[in-house]
């Protein structure tokens, strides 16, 4: 047990005590192991248990402990001898709803996964065709943007941390990554139906280029030389032309393939673009391409944990950027985004699994409780919980218990759905 927790009988207990049972999870009607005693009522659950002892946290705690060998008495004819019964049946039925909650929420994570690798298996076929065939790849990229459509037009719609796909398809993770965080930006940006749908279809193909560039080079693990980066740079004139011969990609998506790489500050390429030159579907894909390159990073870059990155596109490249869409952008994402492992207010690690737009603060957290299976793992609802999040921790101050169960990684794949 942590130093800060001391070993408590149940008899002490009262109103105010934040303490840990040392029970497993399914052994008590308690959601969680660690929580604050709201009630005398609790109290009296905590004692029914099969435990004559909890942990108890002074510094957590807005009470103390009731005196040694102190015994409440009551008036017989006060108490209710099936109170407490009543008490942890209603718990346990809490519990079970929010069990059942969380298996539905599963269900439809699951469901997602299954719209997200149809995504990925239409982006696959988009890439095939794209090089030798572009024509051929019109149906392909209409019936990827036509599913991606259907979130444009929802108010709250939920950004979901996926399973991540091999690193084989990792082009066409980053491509649909870029695609869903257009389009949450975009939407949020107040875009009609029109110009969703060029931003899609330009933020899907942004990187299509890269078919025409030498594998050698798109795949290199090391930093390149000048000259293999004068190569690199050249899939945005190829994207253009490629896409030029597409009918469903109109001069709007043609501009945002071009200007995918241009900087606000005159930066980027390949023309230096500055500030409004740049067409303003052309910034938000620029941005969120250079977002998720920090987590998901070519040549050698270190990947960086998604509210990392965050960070230092605000901080430290915020002159690249339009100061609305980036703010914008980062209010979107909220603090920590999904793939973010974070410390609870209770000392609970968890990793966010999904951000809902309408509730940017209060994500759902899978927690990490060892008495638990990993596949059974507690989901909170941050809406449904006092619970708050205290910070971020890197992956690498993790313990290896806590990353084997967690399974957090730094190249985080993204998908969405709408909110029922």
């Known amino acids: ?26 052994d008590h009607p308690f959601m969680l192991n660690r929580f604050q005693i709201e009630s005398e009522a609790q109290a009296k659950v905590i004692r029914s248990l099969p435990t004559s002892f909890v942990y108890y946290y002074p510094d957590k705690s807005t009470t103390v402990p009731l005196p040694a060998l102190t015994e409440k008495k009551e008036n017989p004819d006060e108490v209710d001898p099936h109170a407490v019964s009543r008490e942890k049946a209603a718990m346990e039925q809490e519990k079970q709803q929010r069990i059942e909650e969380q298996r539905r929420f599963r269900a439809r994570i699951q469901k997602v996964q299954k719209h997200y690798q149809r995504s990925m298996a239409q982006l696959r076929a988009i890439n095939m065709k794209a090089a030798n065939r572009p024509q051929a790849a019109n149906e392909d990229v209409r019936m990827l943007v036509d599913s991606m459509m259907v979130f444009g037009s929802e108010s709250n719609v939920t950004l979901h941390l996926m399973d991540d796909p091999s690193l084989a398809e990792d082009m066409y993770a980053h491509s649909l990554n870029v ?44 930093r390149l030389t000048e000259p293999e980066m004068n190569y690199y740079r050249q899939h945005v004139n190829y994207g253009a032309e490629l896409v030029a011969e597409m009918e469903e990609c109109t001069p709007e998506v043609e501009t945002i393939i071009a200007q995918h790489h241009e900087f606000a500050n005159g930066s980027g390429f390949p023309k230096g673009l500055l500030g409004d ?39 430290d490249n915020k002159a690249k950027f339009n100061p609305r869409l980036l703010a914008l952008f980062v209010k979107m994402m909220g603090v920590y985004p999904p793939g973010t492992v974070v410390k609870l207010s209770n000392d609970d690690l968890g990793m966010i699994i999904s951000v809902n737009s309408s509730a940017l603060l209060k994500p759902n957290v899978m927690i990490y409780d060892p008495d638990i299976p990993s596949d059974q793992a507690t989901i909170i609802d941050m809406r449904d919980s006092e619970l708050e999040i205290d910070t971020a921790v890197p992956i690498s101050k993790l313990p290896d218990a806590v990353k084997e169960y967690l399974k957090p990684r730094t190249r985080i794949s993204y998908f969405m759905d709408a909110d029922s």
């Open 1 to 26: 047990m942590s130093a800060s927790s001391i070993k408590l009988s149940t008899e002490r207990l009262q109103a105010g005590l934040y303490i840990k049972l040392p029970l497993k999870w399914r």
């Open 179 to 222: 695609a869903v965080l257009a389009l949450m930006l975009a939407r949020s940006n107040g875009y009609d139906n029109d110009q969703l749908r060029s931003l899609i279809t330009g933020a899907v193909l942004h990187d299509i280029g890269t078919k025409k560039v030498p594998s050698a080079i798109v795949r290199k693990k090391e």
């Open 277 to 315: 030159d740049i067409d303003e579907a052309a910034q938000i894909v620029s941005m969120v391409n250079f977002f998720d390159r920090l987590c998901r990073p070519q040549f050698g870059a270190s990947a960086r944990m998604p509210f990392a990155a965050l960070s230092h596109l605000f901080k």
